[in-house]
């Protein structure tokens, strides 16, 4: 019984039966699989993480992100600016207790290199309803490249506890087709 | 020190040493009271979660989380894994325990701990959830419980340590040790990793919060204490899978298929689960797809492995010893005429089955480096590890506890209608919290969120319509869940307390069939056709599940 000692004093030199032999191979190779399909889609896929990181500081993050602000603000959404920085450029989005800041109005189809940090405490960034989470850390500025490639109004939830305003951390991304109309 | 005594066990013939005994007691029961007092939480957390209730308001919402998380999670869990390695050394083995007024230090620094850090989070200074990511930061002696909890946990592993050294020395078994004891062992092995590494980052995080210490880096942070924070989940798994073995020997004399297999399993455990760490940090800045990829895998699924190896030998050896006893007909006669009725058999088997089908495979899937991207921190998480840590291991807990108390409290269980309906109660619940907060965790829903109207927000948002539906069911399953949590706890506590004293043995075995026919767990004779059913059936879902998230994935905005 598996709660005394093992009957046969040599246990490690008891043959093992073909049904487990097959199943622990099967298991094996399920593994195997699972294992290079993550390698292949690195290769092969369109989602991947980006890795390129940058230690930053609060004011440093801050100050480049007011810089585009003030560079390209289109209009205000709720007291916040939207940007619509130009294509393909670098795009700064903080996030703060609480809100994402600022939002942003992209161009359906086109590449823009994001870049995320927190000022004050790890914040959650929530894309939805695509449903994109990466999470954002002060001092570290995480650079993603990402081609949206719907339009339409999406919005940041803060998916990682931040405070008793949590639940009232938004931000926006619109993406406009070519013409700069969002459906 | 004082000479150990023994009393003989009426049932199994093994020497108990009473010293032991009342440590697995307290042990036990402390556990039982942090159950339910996390468990009291837990229901507040749902019945918040369900939009048309939105029991609590936010602070407390917040505040509640926190502690439900330490007071299931670690306190709960870890107290009865160590009165399952003071059984599983002591007992099992014939031994007296080493040390036994070490026992009694670990057991007050643990429950002063937990105390402490309770406290803490009660007076509403610490609520910073389970995981206490910095910079955000709690009381001081938030971390100070903490730590007393875990160095108490490592005196306490060591003296199981300590008990099969003496049991060696003084020859009290022949040849190994028993495969539950074997499990027990790799517990505690990754017990002592996992404890550990929450010295290493608690201690100066403790520091932090009292001023003596200018930073604590967030990412640093979450990669030490995720090796304390996920190896703890792993020594979960290692326990209830030895539980499972041990339910099964106590019902059906079952023995493994193999004990070269079922060990071996567990050594890829030891060897591997470890590099889990790394699940709750594939969304992180700063770190390589490489490192991501390796360790998430376990290096190649090594340790999924040994889950997919125990998950046939477990019920395997069930069959097997079924059929010996006489239920031999066709696929499922072993299953059908086992005793459901029976809350040891049942909890156990339902754990089994949820643990592979929700926690299991969902683990895996969230798990892959890629995938994460549409599941981190959404409340996916969540359900996934109420699959894994309450329908396994809380769900395997509860089912030993109806053989303990018999045998080590030698109490008879009262309220046997109760106690054999709350598996039931308890596993469907805990079920649909699995299963619906999946299912709005794949809609998007964010975990550790207060209000998903977003009402007092800035901003404009609403989550999809099923996601209030899935919330609504989710707190609907709470409430199964708490009651069958209560009907545990009432049985406890009623058999304990106010139990009628076991005399002589107690009949544990299932009722045998007709005939035993002949020997089994040769290699020649092994049969388990259910067994290699439902292990198909689970592989089939285990793929195709797979493969409908890197379908999800494949939709979202391509990004690199």
């Given amino acids: 019984m598996a709660i005394t000692p093992p009957t046969a004093r040599l246990w490690w030199k008891e043959p093992v039966h073909r049904t487990e032999l097959v199943w622990i191979i099967v298991a094996f190779l399920w593994g195997l699989v699972m294992f290079f ?73 086109q590449t823009y290199r994001l870049h995320l940090s927190a000022l004050d405490l790890q914040h959650g960034f929530s894309l939805q309803p ?27 939830v803060c998916n990682e506890y931040c405070g008793l305003g949590h639940h009232t951390m938004l931000g926006k991304i619109y993406v406009t087709d070519a013409s700069g109309v969002t459906p | 020190m004082s000479e150990a005594t023994f009393r003989t066990c009426p049932t199994t013939g093994l020497k108990v040493d009473l010293n032991a005994q009342k440590l697995i007691k307290a042990n036990a029961v402390a556990a039982v009271v942090f159950l339910a007092i996390g468990g009291l939480f837990g229901l507040t957390v749902a019945l918040t979660r369900w939009p048309a209730v939105h029991l609590l308001p936010a602070d407390w919402f917040y505040l509640a989380l926190t502690a439900h998380g330490l007071d299931v999670l670690l306190l709960w869990i870890i107290f009865f894994e160590i009165a399952v390695l003071y059984f599983a050394s002591s007992t099992l083995l014939n031994c007296r325990i080493a040390a036994p007024r070490w026992g009694w230090v670990a057991f007050w620094m643990m429950l002063a701990g937990g105390l402490i850090t309770n406290v803490a989070v009660l007076q509403g200074q610490s609520t910073v959830m ?36 003496i049991a060696r020395e003084e020859r009290t078994y022949e040849g190994s040790i028993p495969l539950v004891t074997f499990g027990a062992l790799t517990a505690a092995i990754i017990a002592v990793f996992t404890l550990a590494s929450g010295a290493v980052i608690l201690i100066p995080t403790w520091l932090w ?58 050594l890829l455990y030891i060897l591997f689960l470890q590099l889990a760490s790394a699940h709750h940090l594939l969304v992180e800045p700063g770190l390589s797809s490489e490192w991501k990829v390796f360790n998430t895998s376990y290096a190649m699924y090594l340790a999924v492995l040994g889950s997919m190896i125990h998950g046939l030998t477990v019920p395997g050896s069930i069959e097997a010893a079924q059929r010996r006893r006489g239920f031999d007909k066709g696929f499922f006669e072993w299953l059908r005429k086992a005793p459901w009725g029976n809350p040891a058999f049942s909890g156990m088997f339902m754990s089994l089955v949820m643990f592979g089908f929700l926690g299991g495979i969902s683990g895996v899937v969230m798990g892959t480096e890629q995938i994460n991207i549409i599941m981190h921190n959404t409340l996916y998480v969540p359900g996934h590890f ?52 999946m ?45 069958g949590g209560l009907f545990y706890v009432v ?13 002589g043995r107690v009949a544990l075995e299932a009722p045998a069939g007709k005939s035993a026919v002949a020997s089994y767990g040769s290699s020649e004779s092994l049969k388990i056709p259910g067994t290699l059913l439902l292990v198909g059936v689970f592989f089939v879902a285990f793929v195709l599940y797979y493969f409908v998230n890197w379908k999800y994935l494949s939709d979202i905005w391509p990004m690199r």
């Avoid at chain 1, 230690?55 to 585009?68: C, G, Q, S």
């Avoid at chain 2, 329908?391 to 089912?399: I, K, N, Q, R, S």
């Avoid at chain 2, 965790?441 to 539906?469: M, Q």
């Fill in chain 2, 491 to 503: 049985v406890v506590v009623a058999s304990v307390f106010f139990g009628r004293k076991v005399e």
């Fill in chain 1, 130 to 156: 695509v449903n994109i989470n990466v999470q954002v850390h002060p001092g570290y500025q995480h650079v993603l490249t990402i081609t949206p490639d719907q339009a339409g109004e999406f919005s940041i």
């Fill in chain 2, 209 to 266: 919060s009292m001023g003596l210490i200018s930073t604590i880096d967030p990412l640093m942070y979450k990669l030490v204490w995720w090796a304390m924070g996920h190896s703890s989940q792993q020594i979960n798994v290692s326990a209830h899978v030895a539980v499972w073995y041990a339910i099964a020997a106590m019902l059906f004399g079952a023995r493994p298929l193999s004990e070269k297999v079922s060990r071996g399993a567990f």
């Fill in chain 2, 439 to 483: 299912g709005a965790g794949t809609l998007g829903v964010s975990r550790r969120h207060w209000d998903i109207t977003f009402a007092d927000a800035p901003l404009d948002f609403s989550y999809p319509e099923a996601a209030f539906l899935m919330l609504a069911l989710n707190g609907l399953s709470a409430i199964a869940a708490a009651l």
């Fill in chain 2, 386 to 437: 109420h699959g894994t840590v309450v329908a396994g291991t809380t769900l395997a807990f509860m089912a030993i506890t109806y053989l303990l108390i018999p045998l080590i409290f030698q109490r008879e269980i009262r309220f046997p209608r109760l106690a054999k309906w709350q598996p039931y109660l308890f596993g469907l619940g805990v079920a649909g919290i699995s299963l619906f907060m």
């Fill in chain 2, 130 to 165: 389970f995981t206490s990511y910095p910079p955000m930061m709690a009381a001081q002696h938030f971390y100070l419980g903490l730590i007393l909890f875990a160095v108490g946990a490592l005196v306490a592993v060591g003296i199981f340590f300590g008990t099969l050294v």
């Fill in chain 1, 37 to 109: 399909m993550m390698i292949w889609w690195h290769a092969t896929g369109e989602q991947n993480l980006a890795t390129e990181t940058y230690r930053t500081t609060p004011n440093a993050f801050y100050a480049k992100t007011e810089a585009m602000v003030q560079q390209y603000r289109v209009r205000d959404v709720n007291g916040i600016p939207v940007v619509r920085p130009p294509v393909g450029s670098d795009v700064y989005m903080i996030g703060r207790m609480w809100l994402w800041y600022p939002a942003l109005e992209l161009v359906k189809g």
